[in-house]
């Protein structure tokens, strides 16, 4: 569902959006799949991906949709697993008008991916990595989210 950019950007400058996120790992659960932004909020930051759940759209129906459109993946959703949920607050935004922030509820699922061929980014994204769910350097969210899951 298409929300104009200025309606978006008030809406995120008034109230916290409900989001979904998958943090996928490798069979082993030693290291976890980052796709680097392209955007704000930490555009050149390694980070999961997902985004916002639409009106009337189910949770599993946000998660399945968002997997396709930013990583060309056909999850099935008893492939998923729930894992919590994560308040992320940013000072900056995408959109131009967003002078508080950004505040997300968001809604983690988690996925074992065994190889990375099929991957497929959109344009949020401009490259993928596996990290070690152990490094010191990951995004302070990235370490609550691997705590959360595992």
């Known amino acids: ?34 796709f680097k932004r392209e955007n704000e909020p930490l555009k050149n930051i390694y980070y999961t991906p997902g985004g916002r759940v639409n009106k009337n759209e189910k949770l599993n129906d946000a998660i399945i949709r968002k997997s396709k459109e930013e990583l060309g993946l056909n999850i099935e959703i008893n492939k998923l697993q729930y894992c919590g949920i994560i308040e992320e607050f940013f000072e900056n935004s995408n959109f131009d008008g967003v002078s508080n922030g950004t505040h997300h ?9 065994n190889d990375t061929n099929s991957i497929q980014l959109d344009k949020q994204h401009q490259l993928f990595d596996w990290f070690s769910i152990d490094d010191t350097n990951l995004h302070d969210y990235i370490k609550d989210k691997i705590r959360i899951c595992l």
């Open 105 to 113: 509820i968001n809604i983690l699922y988690k996925f074992i991916l």
């Open 1 to 34: 569902m298409f929300i104009n950019k200025i309606l978006y950007a008030q809406i995120l400058d008034a109230i916290p959006v409900l989001t979904v996120d998958i943090v996928i790992f490798n069979p082993e659960k030693n290291k976890v799949l980052l």
